[in-house]
């Protein structure tokens, strides 16, 4: 009889466990895009963290090196705001005016283009396909810029709330940091907390090394552009600055818009900047990138690029923004949970090279 009474118990117990994990993963997708944002202001907590302790290790409060620091940033950004925004919104307005314009120079070149190559374009014919079809319609643009600015007050939200998080994480990380060495048992607790510092120096190079590199690459498509006589070089150059966030693609993604444009100016303008966006690409990701992030973070690329393509999959646009941070923070405890509990390899490197020579 006892015997029945734990089977029921046993099977009642692994019922109601199954169901509350389908509950938890049902909710977790649920909230996923909160999930995300809140792992974003994790990311940029920690990064902000550390320019928080030095002056808290020189004596500062916590409060008042925080109020110190938000207030750089925030003093920063009023710069910005005032010196170049009103610039891009302008340029950014004189750039949607004239997209009709954009729109049928590069479809009129592209079409005189073919029609030099009659073999093609009796394909296209025979395929009945056009190259204004291919080519996204005005309407299609202007409606997705109505129905962005729709959303605007939706994103405006989440921003506010996305920067409070972060403004709380740095102010008071403690009980948030205790809450997370609770998660696991007290052996593995020191593990934890080397695995959340290590984290945290990536990310801090991560950040350096974009805002250095975005820096550069913003003055000089900047320069180039505005000597090519390219519309909207301002709104190019700020797209530049943010395109490592997305590691070795989101330089030749945002690479494409001023292409087009500079097509609608001529063909050989097109042609010089398309040469300029690859070089300019390749002496970054090649011989900046490596020397800017080799002493923080030595993440091989092909470990980036499946982040991204991963994160991009299953998130999009958020999760390959996501790709770098997660590649640390994976990096951080691999290294700590699983490399550390075997003896260093002397022979690794050799055996390494033999592979490569097979």
Known sequence: MKTNDNSFRTLTSLILYTAGLIILLWFLYQILNVVLIAIFAVVFGLIINAPVNKLEKKGLKRWLASLIVFSIIFGISILLFRIVIPQLITQLNSLLQDLPVYYKAVTDYIDKLINNFPQLQKQIDQSEISISSAIPSIGNVVKGIGNFSISLFSNLFIFIVFICMIVFFVGNPKPLIELYLTLFPVEKRDKAANAIVNTSILLVGWMKSNVIAGTIEAVVVYCFLTWMEVPGALVWAALAFFSELIPKLGFYIMAIPPTLVALSVSGMTALW??????????????????????????????????????????????????????????????????????????????????????
């Open 273 to 358: 900047c398309l040469i300029f966006f690859l070089i300019l690409n390749e002496l970054i990701s090649d011989f900046l990138m490596p020397k800017l992030r080799s002493s923080t973070m030595n993440i091989h690329p092909t470990s980036s690029l499946f982040m991204l393509l991963a994160g991009a999959a299953a998130f999009g646009l958020i999760g390959a923004l996501l790709a770098t941070p997660l590649s640390a923070i994976i990096k951080a405890y691999y290294e700590e949970f699983y490399l550390k509990q075997f003896p260093e390899d002397p022979e690794l490197e050799n055996r390494t090279q033999k592979i490569i020579e097979a």
